[in-house]
């Protein structure tokens, strides 16, 4: 597609219940990064993949945080037993081989648990 | 882990001033970028700078990279309403992931 699409745009789900959020990026990018951003931050890493090599989990806060990516398309990011501190957007990011043309963001997912 | 400071955090002017956001980091970088970001968007690429002592200019912004490669600054010349946004600069280091900084929250009014 033309840019990095994300869905759900928007998500309310309730404390302790499971969501999965989708990243569709640009096709032929063979990089692939969540952030989060609470609100008023910047933002924080939590997974990167690259190719079919092992994913950068590093920034992932917990394993209730977990992510696959199939080959080089879409990526889906799993909250599970959800807590009111997970509330924040998520942005996804995709970026081509040679980083220096930097990285494309999706407009996020704004996650709310209440 | 590599850390990006910017400053200042919050910045409210009047259209025509002009402002500098610094980006600094006890860490060497191997290329470091700028982004805006507007409520409800995610960031959006300005520039891109990879070598010490560069300078990059587009239209009424100026981007400089440091000799040594920790920091950064970006200076605005006469701002414009439409400049106002949250801008990120975010490097690319020993790691394969874009370490963000702070972020530095620009307003423009008339």
């Known amino acids: 597609g033309a840019g990095v699409s994300q869905s759900p745009s928007n998500k309310v789900t309730e404390k302790g219940k499971d969501v999965e959020l989708r990243c569709d990026p640009i096709?032929?990018?063979?990089?692939l990064y969540w952030y989060r951003q609470r609100l008023g931050q910047g933002l924080e890493f939590l997974i990167y993949f690259q190719g079919n090599s092992a994913p950068d989990k590093s920034g992932l806060p917990s394993d209730r945080f977990s992510a696959e990516r199939t080959g080089e398309s879409v990526s889906t990011l799993t909250i599970q037993r959800t807590q009111q501190e997970d509330s924040a957007v998520y942005l996804c990011a995709s970026s081509p081989v040679n980083r220096a043309y930097g990285y494309t963001f999706g407009s996020g997912t704004r996650l709310t648990v209440v | 882990t590599q850390l990006l400071e910017q400053s200042p955090q919050f910045l409210s002017i009047q259209e025509g001033e002009n402002l500098t956001v610094y980006c600094n980091s006890s860490s060497v970088f191997s290329s470091l970028q700028w982004y805006r970001q507007e409520p409800g968007e995610g960031p959006v690429l300005l520039v891109t700078v990879v070598t010490g002592g560069e300078v990059k200019k587009l239209k009424r912004l100026t981007f400089q990279f440091g000799d040594a490669r920790k920091d950064s600054s970006l200076h605005i010349t006469a701002a414009q309403p439409g400049d106002t946004g949250l801008y990120l600069c975010a490097g690319t280091g020993t790691a394969s992931k874009l370490t963000f900084g702070t972020g530095t929250r620009l307003q423009v009014t008339l």
């Open positions: 096709s032929g990018h063979t990089a």
